[in-house]
């Protein structure tokens, strides 16, 4: 009766041990990889060990926090002619296969986990199948695919009597993962304050506990502090402008006279003048970095620089910012020169103009590389505009139908940015139209019609007969 359980035992082992031989053995693994750059051809590799035949082989792509599956590779040996159909149940020999899957050109979107499925036959009986799989994270870096560097709240004025706060903006875009994004100024890095928050536009100059240390890398020019001139003296001279009282008669014959519109003023003025608070010392930076993931798996980088300016100091300042990414072989570099407008030049349209005409005077560049980029204003010397306004601020001032009454006034555009300012004066001349009789036009410079002319006689004429 004793030995009946130890039978018992005996057999449950022995069919387990049968049950192991009949089952196969099988383990299955994806050799890792490490971060590939999109655009290269890469290769997944399934090894698998067995003992068993094998059945199929499935390759799977995993998508949406693996919810959905994507087959993207198929083997079944069912339809291969590559084995054999002999099978020997007495003899175990572990086999070590490897399925590969080749993608050519590999993009972002390829990004995310993958699984390889392998199934072998079970040993018992051909209807059952014994599966086991892999996976792996193919991990795919993008390098950025832009750089860009503005003036952040631009365009903006120049200030002469009180300190302001200037942001530089580094946008870069299309890199994953983030890159590394960090300035210098004249080739040489700048050691910022890490930031979470600028400070508000109206906050004041930004400061740091630290010492401020002496810029000696960078010498002062004497031109830089001298005080501007002005041709606006003679308005604060005796007597009036000459284009306050602009000439009456236009001239009698444009074919005799070949003449511009325009008498271009040969004195740029470059105002620039640095109260006392400005100082001879390095600024202190400030940085912040701020990220936006985009839709593609891909990271905007914007990187924000702001300091105290100082355009004693700053104007002609080169600044780069420089980006560090594992797809990169070298840096990615963009550079911007802070520079002051400085003789702006003026085209008018159309070259002769006559009374009635809508003349246009534009800003068509300057003598320099302006950044950040200039605001512009327009005002007439001693007098408003035509449309009555004081100024206009726009990089195009249009006078709709001259009339007369504008020959010889002058006009000054006012370009400015943080680093200074310039003003630049031009003299309209206004020819005879012929098409217009003298006397006939209006303060627009339209001519009155000839039969309004004659109704408004016509009406004075009853009024004075009904009053006698």
Same mark, same amino acid.
């Given at each position: 009766?004793?030995?009946?359980?130890?039978?018992?035992?005996?057999?449950?082992l022995l069919l387990a041990a049968i049950l192991d031989l009949a089952r196969g053995y099988l383990t299955v693994n994806i050799e890792p990889l490490p971060p590939v750059v999109a655009g290269d051809a890469v290769t997944l590799k399934c090894n698998f060990k067995t003992d068993g035949r094998m059945r199929e082989i499935v390759w799977y792509r995993v998508t949406d926090g693996g919810t959905i599956k994507q087959k993207i590779f198929t083997f079944d040996a069912m339809f291969s002619t590559n084995y054999s159909h002999m099978e020997n149940y007495r003899k175990r020999e572990d086999l070590v296969y490897q399925s590969t899957v080749r993608l050519p050109e590999v993009r972002i979107s390829d990004n995310g986990p993958y699984e390889c499925h392998v199934g072998i036959y079970d040993r018992a009986t051909r209807e059952k199948v014994v599966l086991a799989s892999g996976n792996i994270f193919l991990n795919v870096m993008a390098p950025p695919t832009s750089i860009e560097v503005v003036a952040a709240d631009s365009p903006a004025p120049f200030s002469r009597y009180q300190a302001q706060n200037f942001t530089l903006v580094c946008i870069v875009s299309g890199g994953k993962p983030a890159p590394m994004v960090y300035f210098k100024r004249d080739g040489e890095p700048i050691d910022a304050v890490p930031l979470t928050e600028l400070p508000a536009a109206g906050s004041g100059p930004v400061q740091d506990s630290r010492p401020f240390r002496s810029l000696l890398h960078r010498d002062v020019d004497d031109t830089k502090m001298q005080k501007s001139l002005s041709l606006l003296d003679t308005e604060y001279r005796a007597g009036r402008p000459y284009t306050e009282r602009p000439a009456r008669s236009l001239t009698q014959d444009p074919s005799l006279f070949?003449?511009?519109?325009?008498?271009?003023?040969?004195?740029?003025?470059?105002?620039?003048?640095?109260?006392?608070?400005?100082?001879?010392?390095?600024?202190?930076?400030?940085?912040?970095?701020?990220?936006?993931?985009?839709?593609?798996g891909t990271v905007e980088v914007r990187a924000l620089l702001t300091w105290t300016l100082n355009p004693q100091?700053?104007?002609?300042?080169?600044?780069?910012?420089?980006?560090?990414?594992? !797809?990169?072989s070298m840096p990615m570099q963009a550079?911007? *020169?802070?520079?002051?407008?400085?003789?702006?030049?003026?085209?008018?349209?159309? +070259?002769? !103009?006559?009374?009635?005409?809508?003349?246009?005077?534009?800003?068509?560049g300057f003598q320099n590389e302006v950044f950040p980029e200039p605001m512009f204003t327009w005002t007439r010397v001693g007098s408003r505009l035509l449309d009555g306004s004081a100024e206009f601020d726009g990089k195009e001032l249009v006078?709709?139908?001259?009339? !007369?009454?504008?020959?010889? +006034?002058?006009?000054?555009?006012?370009?400015?940015?943080?680093?200074?300012?310039?003003? *630049?004066?031009?003299?309209?001349?206004?020819?005879?139209?012929?098409?217009?009789?003298?006397?006939?036009?209006?303060?627009?410079?339209? !001519?009155?019609?000839?039969?309004?002319?004659?109704?408004?006689?016509?009406?004075?004429?009853?009024?004075?007969?009904?009053?006698?």
């Open positions: 009766m004793q030995a009946a359980p130890r039978l018992r035992r005996a057999s449950c070949v003449q511009p519109t325009t008498e271009n003023i040969p004195e740029t003025v470059v105002s620039r003048e640095f109260p006392r608070w400005v100082h001879s010392a390095e600024p202190v930076y400030f940085l912040r970095h701020s990220r936006t993931p985009g839709s593609d100091i700053d104007n002609e300042a080169l600044f780069s910012c420089e980006v560090k990414h594992p !797809a990169l550079e911007v *020169t802070l520079v002051a407008p400085k003789g702006p030049k003026i085209v008018m349209t159309p +070259s002769r !103009a006559r009374v009635g005409d809508t003349v246009r005077i534009l800003v068509h006078l709709e139908r001259v009339p !007369a009454e504008l020959n010889g +006034s002058m006009y000054r555009c006012t370009a400015q940015n943080p680093l200074g300012s310039t003003d *630049t004066h031009t003299r309209l001349i206004v020819f005879e139209n012929p098409n217009i009789p003298r006397g006939t036009e209006d303060s627009r410079g339209s !001519a009155s019609s000839p039969a309004g002319v004659r109704l408004t006689l016509v009406l004075a004429l009853t009024v004075i007969l009904e009053l006698t």
